[in-house]
């Protein structure tokens, strides 16, 4: 397992990561990309969203991490 992590309040809504990976991104109404299925926390810069995800969808992920303009997606290994 690896932990998906989105910093969303440097999103700045371009779309790739939820042309790249639908299954774990999506498009809100506010023009940012959500964290499919995540937990969300209020942190000092903004809401950060994590969840797991299994070694299957690490390149998936990856892909949408490399796409991101602005280095906001973060496929980490777990604690
Ligand atoms: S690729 Fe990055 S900037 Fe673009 S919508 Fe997704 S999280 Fe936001």
Redesign the pocket.
Known sequence: MRILM?ERW?????????AVAPDF?E?SDDG??DLIDCKKEDVDEGIKETRQIQDKDVDENQN?AD????E??HVNDED
């Open positions: 989105h440097k999103c700045i809504g371009c779309g790739a990561c939820a991104w498009m940012n990309a949408a796409s991101c303009p602005v906001c997606i």
